[in-house]
């Protein structure tokens, strides 16, 4: 059971455009919905996160938007940079009960000059 | 600060082989991860300490043992390698207790023939 989706697999975005990338889940006990970015061969690295008392939250080129109500959740590059070229995951936790934090399955961000 | 490390970087075994992952922080968190990485698969957790003294299992726990050494430390084990754990796995801590917020090592590359 997924409890996060995420779209899309793979994204190219030119060099100073804007980069989208959406999840979705069904657990309305998460509480916390962090981004990591992972280039090849490292480990992910926390981005950014939110929380879901705010519907969004922007960290310089990086910008969280998130809907309650709809369960969904997004991450915005704005002028993106062929450093920004990585794998991005969306995942959401929930501190009640057992441990849980869910990834999405990833999205792959190409940046073209 | 060397954070999560990792040992070994890159590990070859054949069917029916064990082994054992090494990861060791020095940033005096309570909680310690282990994640596998399959392609298209996303990060989905093995085992879980979340403190010294205690773990639990997580999603695919399946053919893993581990071990909680000290604060410092959490091994994986491998009994009885399968090629189906050909991946790359991650150690992560957290210093705050079982949050989404996780600092992730660098990665164990394993290919199971």
């Known amino acids: 059971q997924q409890q996060v989706k995420q779209s899309p697999q793979s994204l190219i975005v030119q060099k100073g455009g804007i980069s989208i990338i959406n999840c979705a889940y069904e657990?309305?006990?998460?509480?916390?919905f962090p981004w990591y970015q992972q280039f090849p061969g490292k480990g992910p690295a926390l981005l950014i996160a939110i929380r879901p008392d705010v519907s969004e939250k922007k960290e310089g080129r990086f910008t969280i938007s998130f809907n309650k109500s709809a369960k969904q959740f997004s991450l915005h590059i704005m002028d993106s940079q062929p450093g920004d070229s990585a794998t991005y995951f969306c995942a959401a936790y929930s501190g009640a009960g057992s441990y849980q934090l869910t990834f999405g399955k990833g999205t792959k961000l190409s940046v073209i000059p | 600060n060397a954070g999560v490390t990792q040992t070994p970087k890159f590990q070859v075994l054949k069917t029916g082989q064990s082994m054992t992952l090494q990861c060791a922080q020095d940033?005096?968190?309570?909680?310690m991860y282990w994640y596998r990485q399959d392609p298209g698969m996303g990060l989905r957790l093995i085992y879980y300490s979340a403190s010294e003294g205690t773990t639990d299992k997580g999603e695919v726990p399946n053919g893993y043992n581990v071990s909680r050494l000290n604060k410092r430390e959490f091994s994986l084990r491998l009994e009885s390698a399968a090629p189906s754990q050909t991946s790359v796995y991650f150690c992560?801590?957290?210093?705050?207790?079982?949050?989404?917020?996780?600092?992730f090592g660098e990665g164990s590359r394993l290919t199971v023939l």
């Open positions: 940033m005096n968190h309570n909680s």
């Open positions: 657990n309305t006990a998460f509480d916390y």
């Open positions: 992560a801590s957290s210093g705050l207790a079982l949050s989404g917020e996780l600092f």
